[in-house]
């Protein structure tokens, strides 16, 4: 059964039933949310506890903390709502659903609130006609206000993310960018000044003065820039010593060589005094400059020439110039400072940037070379190549003890003044760099090894004939002698026994030649540090073939320098000791510091009683009746030493005529000095002029030295028995 209800809508229970309610006699829906009584007055004081239970009670479920999130408005009419919606529509941008409660569909309490919206819309009095449930609305929210604090903190951190960035770049300038900026702006204002060296000089071995630098003038031009080239070498030519033929055309614009490209630089004379420098310059003509150079000043002229070489304008070109041309040449300076700008202010700014890099003069080079000594030997060389026609010639003086070259001249010679008035030919230092076969002062080099060995004695006989055959060749003496002769060492190098030597060789053995050969420094260059020195060639006896056996000891067949040979002879000289021929005795650097030079390999070669028996049996070679070198003799010295004759290996083989030697050492008995004076003569008659060249050559320099006379005569000896 249907409980019953009180006028206040609640059942018998006592509790309330939410939004249903139900419907009284007069059809109208009534409920516990009405608030109001049966006449349609408000009744506050029941209203009131209506309105608590409804807090109470939600319906479905609806929590308490979830209805108050939900306001009561009174019911509005349908005109109201859509006004509301409209609004909404505007301030969202589009709908907004409507807030209601789903699970109430079709209840009494919502119908109820209709019905009352309707009813207080119908009266136009705003009071509801009948009592019925509010419908809950969730107010929307106003729009946000401007947070103006919000805009200040962004402008502000905007602004300081732009100062700081400009900070940042401040301090890169000016801990990094600054000294970079600085140093670009002042390289603007900067001028440069050279600051050139001095080449080293070339002194004697007493400290004469062969070669020096002296301060000169270079001018040249930029063709491109002279405005009147004939008129320009017309006024030059009388300053510059050249014609005005060679000079227009310099002065003339042209094209480089093997370009399209203009010549920008041509130089119209270099080492020109410095008074013509300034003639030159007062001209003021337009492309013309001048500019500081050195003039290599030869004081020797040709003195020399051949070993001291020439320079240009990039160094040394031929000979000793050219071997230490890192020693000779200076490193030039540079003066830079700063200067204003502007033709008025173009000068150095006092208290500006000043940095000098001193000039390093080159270092000077003393010679072993005595420039008197030379000076004669290459006068007197000269004088007997001319005599005889020689294509070249050379002669060597060497210090027996030191291996120091006094003096060594070629012929033919140049002024190293004026070097590009030669041949190129006549620039080169025949004794180091030409190659000749020895001939008979091999046989030197043949009878040591064979003392050395025990092969022979000084007493030793050879039993000859005036020929012997090798192989298929056969050799004959240019003294013969009847067959059987026994001949004496001393006689054998007196008459320079081609028979005597080969047997001598035979019983030495190819083996020890050759070891005797490289001892003595054949087959390898000296060191004497002149550029361009031939090696020779001393072959093993591994390459030697049928005749060489005869050919090798007497000197064919073998490939030396001069130099060898003298230095070879040397070692005899010296009791058996090979020293190196040198020409370099101090190095003198710029601030006067002397510096010797390092000390010359040496080896022994044979023993020093040895080499004292061979120098005695080569004494009759200058004194024994018909010998071969008695024009070599000097009065009141004693001397040793051998003739020679070979053959000129040229480009394409032996060339005509023959290579006739001198080698010879005084005092034989205890020996200051060696000279080796050699001659090619495509006539055949150089033998007639190397024994008196020597003659004097050796006089001038025992006297020239201080070299006491011998003190007793030579030993006597006898040619055959």
């Avoid at 630098?213 to 080239?229: I, L, N």
């Avoid at 940095?355 to 005595?370: C, E, F, I």
């Avoid at 120098?615 to 000097?634: C, K, L, N």
């Avoid at 000129?648 to 006739?660: F, I, L, M, S």
Wanted: aromatic content about 6%; overall charge positive.
């Amino acid at each position: 059964m249907p409980q019953r209800r009180g006028s206040d809508g609640r059942g018998s229970d006592g509790q309330g039933f939410g939004d249903r309610g139900r419907t009284g006699k007069s059809g109208a829906p009534t409920g516990r949310s009405s608030g109001q009584n049966s006449s349609g007055q408000d009744s506050p004081g029941r209203n009131r506890s209506e309105l608590g239970r409804a807090r109470a009670y939600t319906p479905r479920g609806r929590t308490v903390r979830e209805q108050s999130s939900l306001r009561v408005v009174p019911p509005i009419d349908h005109e109201e709502a859509e006004s509301i919606r409209d609004s909404r529509t505007r301030h969202t941008g589009g709908s907004r659903p409507k807030v209601h409660d789903r699970a109430d569909k079709g209840g009494a309490s919502e119908r109820a609130a209709r019905a009352g919206a309707r009813g207080r819309g119908a009266s136009g009095r705003g009071a509801p006609a009948k009592p019925g449930r509010p419908k809950a609305v969730k107010v929307p929210k106003p729009p946000r206000p401007a947070n103006p604090q919000r805009r200040l903190r962004l402008a502000a951190g905007l602004a300081l993310l732009m100062f700081a960035a400009v900070g940042v770049r401040l301090v890169e300038l000016q801990f990094e960018g600054a000294p970079a900026a600085a140093a670009q702006g002042l390289q603007s204002r900067l001028a440069h000044d050279v600051l050139y060296a001095s080449r080293g000089s070339i002194l004697d071995r007493n400290g004469a003065i062969m070669v020096h630098s002296v301060e000169a003038r270079m001018v040249y031009a930029d063709p491109t820039q002279v405005k009147d080239p004939a008129a320009a070498a017309a006024r030059l030519a009388p300053l510059l010593g050249r014609p005005v033929s060679e000079l227009l055309p310099l002065l003339s614009p042209h094209t480089q060589p093997n370009s399209t490209e203009q010549q920008r630089y041509e130089v119209l004379a270099q080492g020109v005094k410095i008074e013509t420098g300034d003639a030159v310059q007062g001209l003021r003509l337009d492309g013309v400059e001048v500019e500081r150079s050195d003039l290599r000043d030869v004081l020797s002229q040709d003195v020399a020439a051949n070993l001291i070489g020439f320079t240009n304008a990039d160094g040394g070109l031929v000979g000793l110039e050219a071997r230490f041309d890192d020693l000779l040449a200076g490193k030039n300076g540079l003066r830079t400072y700063e200067v204003g700008r502007g033709d008025q202010l173009d000068k150095e700014i006092p208290g500006g940037y000043h940095n000098t890099v001193a000039a390093r003069n080159g270092s000077t080079l003393q010679l072993t070379v005595d420039r008197d000594l030379q000076y004669e030997v290459q006068r007197i060389l000269t004088a007997k190549m001319q005599q005889v026609k020689a294509t070249f010639g050379s002669a060597t003086v060497i210090d027996v003890k030191t291996g120091e070259v006094v003096a060594q001249a070629s012929w033919p010679t140049y002024d190293a003044a004026n070097p590009l008035a030669s041949r190129p030919q006549d620039r080169g230092d025949v004794a180091s760099n030409e190659l000749v076969d020895p001939g008979s002062v091999h046989k030197a080099i043949v009878l040591a090894g064979a003392l050395e060995e025990g092969v022979i004695t000084p007493d030793s006989t050879v039993t000859i004939a005036p020929t012997i055959k090798v192989a298929d060749k056969t050799y004959e003496d240019t003294h013969p002698f009847p067959s059987g002769t026994k001949i004496t060492m001393p006689g054998l190098m007196a008459y320079s026994s081609n028979v005597g030597t080969i047997k001598i060789s035979q019983q030495l053995g190819a083996e020890n030649l050759y070891k005797y050969q490289r001892l003595f420094g054949l087959g390898q260059p000296t060191g004497i540090s002149i550029p361009g020195e031939a090696s020779g060639v001393a072959r093993p006896p591994s390459e030697w073939q049928g005749s060489d056996f005869g050919s090798i000891p007497i000197g064919n067949g073998v490939s030396v320098t001069p130099l060898q040979m003298t230095a070879a002879y040397a070692a005899i000289a010296n009791d058996g000791v090979w020293v190196q021929p040198h020409l370099v005795k101090n190095i003198i650097s710029p601030d006067g510091k002397v510096q010797a030079a390092e000390a010359a390999p040496s080896h022994r070669v044979i023993s020093a009683e040895h080499a004292a028996q061979l120098r005695q049996i080569m004494e009759p070679v200058t004194t024994a009746p018909g010998a071969t070198a008695r024009s070599a003799a000097i009065a009141g010295y004693r001397v040793a030493g051998k003739t020679g004759t070979g053959r000129y290996y040229a480009t394409n083989g032996y060339g005509k005529g023959e290579v006739a030697s001198f080698i010879g050492m005084a005092p034989a008995e205890s020996p200051r000095y060696v000279i080796g004076v050699f001659a090619y003569t495509p006539g055949g008659n150089g033998g007639a002029v190397c024994g008196p060249a020597f003659r004097d050559m050796m006089s001038f320099a025992l006297k020239h030295f201080g070299v006491a006379p011998s003190g007793e005569k030579p030993p006597t000896f006898v040619a055959t028995r």
